[in-house]
């Protein structure tokens, strides 16, 4: 869906309601709010900054985020309860998210409540879950105060459930932690609260009990948020500053930048400029998330809200920027890192005169999710592409089915690669396709030393299947394997969190889904970056009929090469259709032929014609057809039809 039709959609949906505008809740004890005039957007100015808190939500995936985020803006009357009592996920907005039930993009949006007779706006940053997105997560961190940890009250803590709170405790931002799920028969409530106590040093007397899904005690975290999370600062009097954590594309217009107030006041007609480009801008727009954008008169110190101010490439809005106004410089805010692609794979249209159509396509993709990087490539088998850089494998995944719903593409995705680095006497590269690979048993490459991607893994898993997920690290070239009990002192059944350090690639092929179905869905999953280590690999070069394949060709470790050789030219023999003649079908590192398969010739019944004995002259045609066939092969190339690829790529490894 793109931002224009939300846009439309967001002004229908503030006409339609019944009040249009900003609903104001009751409080359970303070029974004050009263439903203004609603069709007027909510008057910034009386949100001064003791009257606001920004904040996140924080969990393991599927720990109940989004639907927290539901009951939390129905409380404050933002958006209207379902009579069906139906998930609604306001915040997944994308049509993948919805169908997947993940959040992919972090999304904010204020909402108006009233505490000890004062209304309060409270910003939410929804953010997703999925180790792959942890960039966005640390985005929306950035713009907060405080943030709910939510943990499953039947799953507990879970891998991910460690990685936020430490990224929220670092950025010293206050937790409220929540166990959720306790409608639940499975919830164990004191039994994870004593888990979180000794993996989080957690008081359970703060742990907030609910259930987001039927809303109970959901009303409590609201005054929890009022009353534990601590008020941004900043000054009305000083110079504009404006911390930018997200932007948004709209087709008509361009960049719409989500921004944090840290100083000074915003209003539509300034004049700004941003720290990182000195570029200037006039605000055109600017306003709240509410969940869809209200457009306000100005905004202020600690609020968060949108602008659009004529900003044409999504490049210039960049993510951690600080904005100023014109002539009054500031000292810019820490930015963020910018998002590291970990996974790289080529993305070809399957008709190849698409490929202005697919270019168009993706660069109108990426204006909305930043972190994928774009490069032409072109390819003898599948002509021209793009190789896109991804921050892992879901993302990718989601990125392929977002091209797919949203711009109707047709598309083939090459095998997934990392990046390596090839250390050569003289300088250091990064090489994500594997047609760029040195061949590393050639002397005259002058490679010094090949090193790849590995991060440090942590994986939590019931005691019982400690063995099984030490056997899955060490079929994963683990290293550093270490373990200890998470549930130290507590009397039930153990976890052990497992930790060791893992090559990237091993990861962006199947891990992943062994490790659940190893361990009936238990263990959870979570990685770091840890740099690169020196690696034993070598490019795997894929021949029919003696030619390589460059759109086939993969980057294997030397340990499991003849396995993979085996595997590839089976799966090959299977989907490559049979020609006219006989094809070789190999595998190859440098000039070593590791596997071999023979693709029979389609043979034509050349001596249907002849009747009766003439034994020698069907021999003869036999012979000619035989003749023609070698003349064929050594100048025949394979056909190699885009189902095949499709097929073949389709099941890696
Ligand atoms: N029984 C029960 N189910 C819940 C509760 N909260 C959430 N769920 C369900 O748990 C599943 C995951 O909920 P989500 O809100 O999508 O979880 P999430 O953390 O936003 O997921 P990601 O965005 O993918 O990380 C959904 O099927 C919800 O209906 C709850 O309190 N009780």
Request: proline share 5%.
């Amino acid at each position: 869906m793109t931002t224009v039709s939300r846009w439309h959609r967001a002004c229908l949906k503030v006409l339609e309601r019944p009040s249009c505008g900003v609903i104001y809740t009751r409080s359970r004890y303070y029974n004050t709010s009263t439903r203004k005039d609603a069709s007027k957007p909510p008057l910034m100015e009386s949100f001064t900054c003791d009257l606001l808190r920004n904040f996140s939500i924080i969990a393991h995936i599927d720990h109940g985020k989004s639907t927290l985020a539901d009951r939390l803006l129905e409380l404050t009357g933002t958006i209207q309860k379902k009579q069906s009592g139906k998930n609604e996920q306001v915040l997944d907005k994308l049509k993948v998210e919805r169908e997947r039930g993940i959040t992919v993009k972090a999304q904010t949006a204020s909402m108006i409540y009233t505490f000890h007779g004062k209304e309060h706006m409270l910003n939410l940053i929804d953010t997703p879950g999925h180790v792959d997105f942890a960039w966005e997560v640390s985005r929306s961190l950035a713009a907060c105060q405080g943030a709910l940890l939510l943990v499953d009250a039947s799953q507990g803590v879970q891998a991910q459930s460690i990685s936020v709170f430490h990224n929220a405790r670092e950025r010293g931002l206050t937790i409220i932690p929540i166990l959720n799920k306790i409608d639940l028969p499975a919830a164990q409530p004191e039994r994870i609260a004593a888990q979180m106590q000794s993996t989080f040093g957690i008081n359970p007397s703060d742990i907030i009990h609910i259930s987001a899904k039927t809303g109970k005690g959901v009303e409590s975290i609201l005054e929890a948020i009022v009353d534990r999370i601590p008020p941004p600062v900043g000054s009305t009097g000083a110079p504009l500053k404006a911390f930018l954590f997200d932007s948004l594309y709209d087709r008509y217009r361009g960049v719409i930048s989500l921004v944090n107030i840290q100083e000074g006041i915003l209003r539509r007609g300034d004049k700004i400029t941003s720290c990182h480009t000195r570029k200037k801008y006039e605000v055109t727009e600017l306003g709240i998330m509410h969940p869809e954008e209200i457009s306000t008169d100005s905004l202020r110190p600690g609020q968060v809200g949108y602008i659009a101010c004529n900003m044409k490439e999504s490049s210039e809005a960049h993510i951690g920027d600080t904005l100023h106004r014109v002539g009054q410089p500031v000292e810019p805010m820490p930015g963020f890192q910018p998002a590291k692609a970990m996974v790289f794979a080529g993305v070809f249209p399957v008709d190849s005169s698409d490929f202005p159509k697919l270019e168009e396509s993706i660069k109108r993709l990426t204006l909305t999710d930043r972190s994928v990087t774009v490069q032409r490539e072109s390819s003898s088998a599948l002509g021209q592409g793009c190789r896109l850089g991804f921050l892992g494998t879901l993302h990718m995944d989601v990125f392929r089915q977002r091209l797919e719903d949203e711009y109707d593409a047709n598309i083939i995705i090459t095998a997934p690669t990392v990046p390596y680095k090839v250390i050569y006497r003289d300088r250091e590269v990064f090489v994500s396709n594997p047609t760029e690979f040195p061949e590393t048993s050639d002397t005259a490459s002058r490679v010094k030393e090949i090193q790849e991607p590995v991060v440090k893994a942590s994986i939590i898993v019931p005691e019982e299947y400690f063995g099984d997920m030490m056997e899955l690290c060490f079929s994963h070239r683990a290293e550093d394997l270490d373990h200890r009990y998470l549930d130290a002192g507590i009397n039930t059944s153990s976890r052990i969190i497992l930790t060791c350090i893992l090559p990237l690639s091993e990861i962006v092929t199947d891990f992943f889904d062994q490790l659940k179905s190893r361990s009936s869905g238990f263990a959870s999953f979570d990685y770091e970056d840890a740099g690169y280590r020196h690696s034993d690999l070598a490019k795997m070069s894929f021949l029919l009929n003696s030619k390589p394949v460059d759109a086939l060709a993969i980057i294997v470790h030397r340990s499991s090469q003849d396995t993979i050789a085996r595997q590839w030219v089976k799966k090959l023999h299977k989907v490559i259709p049979r020609q006219m003649f006989e094809v070789p079908i190999q595998a190859a590192i440098g000039k070593k032929i590791l596997a071999r398969e023979t693709l029979s010739a389609l043979r034509a019944d050349v001596t249907a014609g002849l009747y009766g004995g003439h034994y020698e002259r069907k021999m003869k045609h036999l012979e000619n057809q035989k003749e023609g066939k070698r003349k064929m092969k050594k100048m025949g190339s394979v056909d190699l039809p885009q189902e095949a690829f499709f097929d073949i790529l389709s099941n890696k490894k």
